[in-house]
Each structure stands twice: as C-alpha cells, then as structure tokens.
C-alpha cells in the first residue's frame, strides 16, 4: 500500500458523459501527477500540481482538466467522453516540488466508456 | 519534444539467468531517467532511478547504467526469480516542472 488512495476503483459511463476522478495523496505529500494508462499500453504523462498549482503539463486534452485543493487532494475531470478515453487512470504523489523526488502510485481507477 | 523508444518489447529468460532492457532518449537536455516495474493488475513501482550525472548506480540485483554521449540507458537484472517477471517502463525527464515521458514497456517473463 503506498499511501495514496483512489475513488472510485472503476467507473463505466457513457459517451458524451463527463466524470470526475479522485486522488488523495500520502500525508505529507505535496505533488501529484496525473497518468493515463490505456489497455496493453504505456504510461501516459497528463499533468503535475505542487500545493495547489499546475507545475508541469504533459499530454492532457483539452476535454480534460484537473485541479487541485486546499487539502491537497486532487481531481481529473473528464468530459465529452469518448471510446478511446476508456483507460486506468493513475495518481501519484510525491514530498516535494521537484519531480525528481520518487512519486507513489495509487492502485488507479478504471474508466470503461461504452 | 522527448521521445523515448524501448526494446526488447517482450523478452523471456530462465531463472538464474540476466535480462537486460535498453531505452533510447531523443532530448539531450533529460537529465533524469527513473525504472519502473508493473505488475500483472498493479500500480507502477519506483525500482532504481539514475541521474545524468552518474554513469552507473546499483542496488542488489538491479543495475541501471546511462551514456549521455548516446542517450540511452539500459536496466540490468541479475540472478532473475520468477518473481520479477512484470512490465518494465523507462521514463525520461527533461528538468525541473517538466513533462516525464515513458517507454513503451517491456513484458519480462521469467522462466522457471
């Protein structure tokens, strides 16, 4: 257990939804990184907050956005839902700013669009 | 931007014996290169990470070496168990607030 915990754990929708995914990062920590992990794929970078602002961007779309909280909690908002946006989605976290500092991933939510 | 390339994309050895996994980078400014292993159904784990001022860094059974001059990096396992036997991702990282791009993957299957 890494000390970052994720809801929901999977999440079926449909296209043209929006959903929201969280991530509670370990105490203590003050970054989290967002990452897209689609089926027999890669991991893909999306986006990097340190106490509450956006730090780094990677290969985010526009349809997606995040933000994260006085409690430094996290969340990735997805909209207009397509087929190919099913993937897990992973959280991490890391103690600092730097993104060289080890990041610590949750056991990430499974979004099905059907 | 970044670009890193992974090979072997599958690759499958006996138990006891050495695997070895190269990445490529294309950005000459990354600096930072983390290994991570994954698997079947679990998270991503941090399992050494080297720097690019360090042209080599060991721990225990894990080794990862870095040639700057050919950007690229390899992951070294010795005395593989089967219990290694996972996804392995390569990442690259071009500085500070920067975007981390990762390899492909490599699935190892360690062979009893």
């Known amino acids: 257990d890494s000390g970052v915990t994720q809801t929901p754990k999977h999440l079926i929708t449909a296209t043209g939804q929006r959903v929201t995914l969280r991530c509670s990062p370990r105490?203590?920590?003050?970054?989290v990184y967002w990452y897209q992990q689609s089926l027999d794929q890669g991991l893909q970078f999306l986006i990097q907050?340190?106490?509450?602002?956006?730090?780094a961007k990677g290969n985010i779309l526009e349809r997606f956005s995040a933000q994260q909280f006085p409690d430094l909690h996290s969340e990735l908002n997805l909209s207009s839902l397509e087929l190919g946006d099913s993937a897990l989605y992973f959280c991490?976290?890391?103690?600092?700013?730097?993104?060289?500092?080890?990041?610590?991933f949750g056991p990430g939510t499974r979004l099905t669009v059907l | 931007g970044e670009n890193v390339e992974q090979h072997p994309s599958t690759l499958s050895v006996q138990e006891g014996d050495s695997a070895v996994i190269k990445c490529t980078y294309s950005?000459?400014?990354?600096?930072?290169f983390p290994w991570y292993k994954q698997e079947l159904g679990k998270r991503p784990q941090l399992i050494i990470d080297i720097r690019s001022n360090v042209g080599e860094k060991k721990d225990q059974r894990i080794a990862v070496t870095l040639n700057k001059t050919a950007k690229h990096f390899s992951l070294h396992i010795t005395e593989t168990q089967p219990e290694d036997s996972a996804v392995y991702f390569c990442a690259a990282l071009r500085g500070y607030g920067q975007n981390f791009v990762f390899g492909p993957g490599t699935r190892l299957s360690v062979l009893p």
């Open positions: 105490s203590g920590d003050l970054s």
């Open positions: 907050y340190y106490n509450g602002e956006e730090r």
């Open positions: 950005d000459s400014a990354s600096n930072y």
């Open positions: 991490a976290s890391s103690g600092g700013g730097s993104t060289y500092n080890e990041q610590f």
